[in-house]
């Protein structure tokens, strides 16, 4: 039977991650509904709209959990606050460092270029080409990803042999103390792995937790039916 501190504190573990990789979804979703927001924003400025007229014409459209947001920023434009700090607003609101270094180079263009339409077309092409990257390395890195999984069933094989077979075969020997290192051992295990493959899949610790989180469920389980 697994250890009730080993087992109350994966628990914990579990919910806590939950709720962390719930909100870096919703970051997420935010990030991914961006470039259909910016590219509304290039297609109206090449008709000869202003930034401003193009956001507001953008708000209409449908973008997650990115909608409420953009139509805040709009109704605060609207109310008479100035253009910088409502776009201020909606980049502290949003939280994502993607989205606040195009805004920053979108306020640049409004600023200083001559041809807003071209600008926007040139960073909407620069949006569109890091998206692409990005699923490029997130296709070419899977097969990585399902090895660390299989990397860990393995180390769970070995551990499950070698506290089966190995160590009985030894002689007199207190099991107890062994299996309680083992699920200390696993434990550790998971969650590093779990880390690691966020980190190494999408670079970031936080998506890591989703792995994190499965294999303490898978780890739990073996402790208990199988350790």
Same mark, same amino acid.
């Not at 990789?21 to 297609?43: A, C, M, T, V």
């Not at 708000?59 to 947001?69: D, M, V, W």
């Not at 997130?138 to 990803?145: A, D, I, K, N, R």
């Given at each position: 039977?697994?250890?009730?501190?080993?087992?109350?504190?994966?628990?914990?573990?579990? *919910?806590?991650?939950?709720?962390?990789?719930?909100?870096?979804?919703? &970051?997420?979703?935010?990030?991914? /509904?961006?470039?259909?927001?910016? $590219?509304?924003?290039?297609?109206?400025t090449s008709t000869g709209m202003s930034l401003v007229e193009s956001i507001?014409?953008?708000?209409?459209? &449908?973008?997650?959990?990115?909608?409420?947001?953009?139509?805040?920023? *709009? #109704?605060?434009?609207?109310?008479?606050?100035?253009?910088?700090?409502?776009? !201020? &607003? /909606?980049?502290?609101?949003?939280?994502?460092?993607?989205?606040?270094?195009?805004?920053?180079?979108?306020?640049?263009?409004?600023? %200083?270029?001559?041809?807003?339409? &071209?600008?926007?077309?040139?960073?909407?092409?620069?949006?569109?080409?890091?998206?692409? #990257? !990005?699923?490029?390395?997130?296709?070419?890195?899977?097969?990585?990803?399902?090895? #660390?999984?299989?990397?860990? /069933?393995? @180390?769970?094989?070995?551990? %499950?042999?070698?506290?089966?077979? @190995?160590?009985?075969?030894?002689?007199?020997?207190?099991?107890?103390?062994?299996?309680?290192?083992? $699920?200390?051992?696993?434990?550790?295990?998971?969650?590093?792995?779990?880390?690691?493959?966020?980190?190494?899949?999408?670079?970031?610790?936080?998506?890591?937790?989703?792995?994190?989180?499965? #294999?303490?469920?898978?780890?739990?389980?073996?402790?208990?039916?199988?350790?």
């Open positions: 039977m697994i250890n009730l501190i080993v087992f109350v504190l994966s628990v914990i573990l579990i *919910c806590f991650s939950a709720v962390l990789y719930y909100n870096y979804l919703k &970051n997420k979703e935010i990030r991914e /509904f961006f470039p259909k927001f910016f $590219q509304e924003i290039y297609n109206n507001r014409k953008s708000k209409e459209g &449908n973008y997650g959990r990115l909608t409420p947001l953009i139509r805040n920023m *709009c #109704l605060q434009i609207e109310w008479g606050t100035p253009f910088q700090i409502a776009l !201020e &607003n /909606f980049e502290r609101k949003a939280n994502n460092k993607f989205i606040k270094k195009i805004i920053t180079l979108a306020e640049r263009a409004a600023d %200083f270029s001559t041809d807003i339409g &071209n600008t926007m077309r040139e960073i909407n092409e620069y949006i569109y080409l890091t998206k692409e #990257l !990005e699923r490029e390395r997130s296709t070419e890195l899977f097969p990585q990803l399902i090895s #660390l999984y299989f990397i860990f /069933f393995v @180390f769970l094989g070995i551990i %499950f042999i070698i506290f089966s077979f @190995f160590i009985p075969s030894i002689g007199i020997v207190d099991l107890s103390e062994y299996k309680i290192l083992f $699920q200390h051992i696993i434990i550790l295990e998971a969650i590093l792995s779990g880390i690691a493959m966020g980190k190494i899949t999408e670079n970031s610790y936080i998506a890591g937790l989703k792995h994190l989180t499965i #294999l303490l469920l898978v780890s739990l389980i073996f402790l208990f039916f199988i350790l």
